[in-house]
């Protein structure tokens, strides 16, 4: 027998599975008629189908802008940050706001999402997770149009780069972004945010706003492939969005408070303290000796994911739900502080305390990520720091990037996603220590 299948069938017997019923084990069919996959599916349209309109839509609008541009009379350089807005540029025929009628529909993937989730839920029965999910979409509907319109402030705002060089240069760091981000679980926020500070003069804010729009735009990307593959824990991702959103409304909203420096040291401190632990891992490809929490049974968290490596379904359970949940509410706070994504933490909380298997944990941040940031993109959007001349070609690119890092994870064993995971995260904590330090 290979050593792989053998390393697998050990862990899968542990987890009171046969060894024979190991290696006959294949991967599901995308024909498998069950109310779940049936589910998967439809999210996973969904989520296919926000983005491909979305993109569009962004097109068109970034198109006829840079067609129209030197013609343009009053009002072509501004872009709306209010819903009425929206409306009278699109009446008008502005380009730029067809652009933010493109984000506002990529923004809005996430909550469809949500809403589409509670029928397909109702569909298979689970009257839990049809509460748990309802619960999730009245907090980011609470968050966009009460919160968002709190803190947001009426009439256009002028861009700050419209040229076609920015664009691409844009465009093309995004993409790496993407890619990155899709594979360990992240945002891209950790790159956009100093590619624009750094190499374009934007202003924090606005960069913050363009790493919000990035982190949707993996989520939505590479999260459509991973639920159809079957790689992600729906039911996870769904309780845990309950912590991560409520925390990424706090977060946005005290942006106007705190002093983001000193956040920004305390996180990079945390983080590497965090990949301690990873460290000590980053030879195991399975976590041995996990037991189920009393409230992953109840929950019915514990799942198997589809190996291609090994040709099995491997089987896994679920530990300290509580101390997870915790790690998400932190991570949604800083989401909404930072516009970094918190995938970071996300990915730790899943891995270290819940010993999930990496790939599970990358791809269930993938799927909860989108949703957290969506919690604050209203109240970014309504503020006006979503600049569709800058959001546009980091939403594109990290599009690009994310499709195409979620083929790659389905190849790689868990192993070695820790091992990209480990350097990135010091990357992040680093980037995070700097900023904090106002090096940029």
């Known amino acids: 027998m290979p050593r792989y299948i053998e390393h697998t069938c050990a862990y899968m017997v542990q ?25 998967e599916l439809i999210i996973s349209n969904v989520l296919r189908g926000g983005v491909l309109l979305s993109v569009a839509v962004i097109v068109t609008g970034i198109a006829l802008f840079h067609v129209r541009k030197f013609s343009g009379g009053a009002g072509f350089f501004t872009y709306p940050d209010t819903l009425g807005g929206l409306l009278q540029g699109l009446a008008q025929g502005r380009p730029l706001a067809i652009v933010t009628l493109g984000l506002v529909l990529l923004l809005a993937t996430p909550v469809i999402r949500v809403a589409v989730s509670i029928i397909a839920f109702a569909l298979e029965g689970d009257r839990a997770y049809v509460f748990i999910t309802a619960l999730v979409l009245a907090i980011l509907l609470f968050s966009i149009f009460s919160v968002g319109s709190w803190q947001g402030h009426p009439g256009p705002t002028a861009v700050h780069d419209d040229t076609l060089e920015f664009f691409v240069i844009v465009l093309s760091s995004s993409l790496f972004a993407g890619l990155v981000g899709a594979l360990v679980g992240l945002g891209g926020g950790v790159f956009i945010v100093p590619i624009l500070t750094l190499g374009f003069h934007v202003p924090f804010m606005l960069a913050v706003g363009a790493s919000i729009v990035s982190v949707i735009a993996t989520s939505s990307g590479a999260a459509a492939a991973y639920v159809r593959d079957r790689m992600t824990n729906l039911r996870i991702g769904m ?64 799942s198997t994911y589809p190996d291609r490596r090994t040709h099995t379904n491997i089987p896994y359970n679920v530990a300290h739900v509580g101390a997870g949940f915790s790690m998400m509410c932190l991570a949604g706070i800083i989401s909404g502080l930072l516009g970094i994504g918190s995938g970071t933490f996300k990915v730790l909380a899943m891995d270290t305390f819940m010993r999930l298997p990496m790939k599970v944990s990358t791809t269930t941040s993938n799927f909860m990520i989108g949703v957290t940031a969506a919690a604050s993109a209203g109240i970014f959007f309504q503020r006006g720091d979503i600049d569709p001349v800058i959001a546009a070609p980091v939403a594109l690119g990290v599009l690009a990037g994310a499709t195409l890092g979620a083929k790659l994870l389905t190849r790689m064993s868990n192993k070695n996603i820790r091992m990209v995971f480990v350097p990135v995260i010091v990357l992040v904590a680093l980037n995070m220590l700097a900023r904090g330090l106002g090096w940029f």
């Open 239 to 302: 309780f845990l969005e309950i912590a991560t959103t409520t925390g990424a409304i706090l977060g946005a909203v005290l942006t106007a408070y705190l002093n983001a420096q000193m956040l920004f040291i305390v996180f990079g401190i945390v983080l590497l303290v965090s990949v301690l632990p990873l460290v000590m891992r980053l030879g195991e490809e399975f976590p041995v000796g996990v037991k189920n929490h009393k409230w992953a049974e109840k929950l019915r968290l514990p």
């Open 15 to 39: 987890q009171k599975m046969t060894t024979q019923s190991c290696i006959e084990t294949s991967l599901p069919s995308d024909g498998e008629e069950t109310l779940v996959r049936k589910t």
